[in-house]
């Protein structure tokens, strides 16, 4: 268990316009590639529209293959990555330009955390609200999530409300303010140490300390429950699962936590 530092290759480096919103999950998924979670560049509202801007990284979930080399960049852009070639609005004055061929997905304020269910692949999401609502996405290759013309399933922008967007990705769930305000995504459970647990998705809420298991239908794409998992609340960091697919979280404390059956 020990790297070596001279190893180390920078793949990618992304210029920040705001100190928060910096998202920062990474995943492989079950293609071997690399999933790359970024958030719109912070400050509030998203005010350099990064959401809906195909032209700029922020925002969006990035797809990239970290075995190649390509363009003199350090990684390759997979060739069915769904935004290759297309030309995009980039400007107020009906400008286009090409969209990044990085992105998987957009729409996003600030993926915390995202991870691939390894019995089905789904890529799960969690995305930071703002002023009322919290929200986890099953993402899809060019899935636009909505974010900053919506929050979660609701309109945000003033203009949000002057055409249909049909396109929008709805989130599988939401929750509001009045119940947590900052989520923190977690995964499907696929250990067997908490029997209770198989199959759903287990998530928390940093302001709160609350944790939950969703129990959503994929196959009818409905949730069944949403069950409150008893014990300390704890301003829950991170999520991460071991080889036997046991799940642990973590706190700014310094502490490393796991689930037990309540049999």
Do not use: C
């Not at 994929?218 to 609340?233: H, P, Q, R």
């Amino acid at each position: 268990n020990v790297a070596d530092p001279k190893s180390e290759v920078e793949i990618l480096r992304i210029p920040q316009p705001f100190w928060n919103h910096n998202g920062g999950t990474i995943a492989f998924g079950p293609d071997g590639l690399l999933y790359v979670g970024l958030g719109d560049g912070g400050s509030g509202n998203d005010p350099m529209g990064h959401g809906q801007n195909l032209t700029t990284l922020l925002g969006s979930i990035l797809r990239l293959d970290i075995d190649r080399q390509e363009d003199g960049k350090n990684y390759a852009i997979p060739a069915d990555n769904p935004f290759i070639g297309k030309i995009v609005p980039s400007g107020p004055r009906g400008q286009t330009a090409p969209a990044r061929g990085e992105i998987f997905a957009y729409g996003l304020r600030n993926v915390w955390r995202m991870s691939f269910d390894s019995e089905t692949g789904l890529l799960w999401a969690a995305d930071v609200g703002q002023n009322l609502w919290e929200e986890i996405n099953l993402i899809e290759a060019g899935g636009n999530y909505g974010w900053n013309v919506r929050e979660g399933r609701h309109w945000f922008r003033p203009d949000g409300n002057d055409a249909a967007r049909p396109e929008l990705i709805d989130p599988i769930f939401e929750y509001a303010h009045d119940v947590g305000k900052s989520i923190t995504g977690g995964g499907v459970y696929r250990g067997k140490r908490v029997p209770e647990l198989v199959g759903k998705y287990v998530y928390a809420d940093y302001v709160s300390g609350r944790l939950w298991a969703l129990d959503y239908d994929v196959k009818n794409k409905a949730v069944k429950a949403n069950y409150s998992l008893i014990g300390e609340n704890l301003p829950v960091m991170s999520f991460g699962s071991d080889e036997a697919g046991d799940m642990y979280f973590s706190t700014p404390f310094g502490s490393l936590y796991r689930f037990r059956s309540g049999n």
